[in-house]
């Protein structure tokens, strides 16, 4: 298994593609961290507002490291576990999730124009709930990859899916943070979280990281079973 996890992992990172989608996702939060200090009023530019947008944008290429990682699952010459897979999709999240922590506090303390009265407030909430929410969707992304074969559909999913749920609990807002991701990134990024709001986002890991990931290694196993087993 250790051995399985270690190459999982290096395979997360280990292609030209993968370094150069990691390195995209990390320049458009970038840019996308520039253009919001320079465009926005001074109340807003504070770090836990220019990390709901900036981490916001990234998290959705970061569900593709994972779908990646499924697919090299798919395609192996043997059967391997899922877990390690599962697991491995840790790395890219944790990466631009810190990467981006970064980028924002860099472009906060650099930017000459004026801040918010408290430009830090909730940082370092804000800091672990970027990588957090960096977290969930990478494994979003290896739980749709498990259920969908396709590439394409299952990315597409990954957006389409928990945006279409929090649009249809627009009549009922109190069960988006419960429910889905982006009630939980909205929650985590604004950096106020308190008991309630901490067994919020513990709901939707269980949904849609653990509950989705293990129907969707169900359904692999299930279709590799040979007829008649």
Do not use: K, Y
């Not at 970038?30 to 900036?54: I, K, M, N, Y």
């Not at 043997?78 to 506090?105: E, S």
């Amino acid at each position: 298994m250790d051995a399985t996890i270690r190459d999982a992992l290096r395979r997360s990172l280990g292609t030209r593609a993968r370094r150069w989608l990691l390195v995209g996702t990390l320049v458009a939060g970038l840019l996308t961290a520039v253009a919001l200090v320079a465009a926005a009023d001074p109340a807003d530019r504070a770090f836990a507002e220019l990390s709901g947008t900036v981490q916001s944008l990234m998290s959705v290429g970061t569900p593709l490291f994972g779908i990646l990682l499924v697919r090299d699952l798919r395609q192996a010459p043997v059967r391997l576990p899922v877990l390690p897979t599962v697991l491995a999709v840790g790395l890219p999240a944790v990466v631009i999730g810190v990467v981006g922590v970064l980028i924002c506090a860099a472009t906060l303390m650099l930017t000459p124009a004026d801040v918010a009265d408290e430009p830090w407030r909730f940082a370092g909430t804000v800091a672990v709930g970027s990588v957090l929410v960096q977290i969930v969707a990478g494994l979003v992304g290896t739980g749709l990859g498990l259920l969908l074969r396709s590439t394409v559909v299952a990315f597409l999913a990954t957006i389409i899916l928990p945006l279409g749920l929090f649009a249809l609990l627009s009549g009922v807002e109190s069960a988006q943070p419960w429910l889905t991701p982006f009630g939980g990134v909205r929650n985590l990024l604004s950096g106020e979280m308190s008991a309630l709001r901490w067994v919020q986002w513990l709901c939707v890991l269980l949904i849609w990281g653990v509950g989705l990931n293990a129907v969707g290694a169900a359904l692999l196993h299930r279709r590799d079973r040979p007829a008649g087993h």
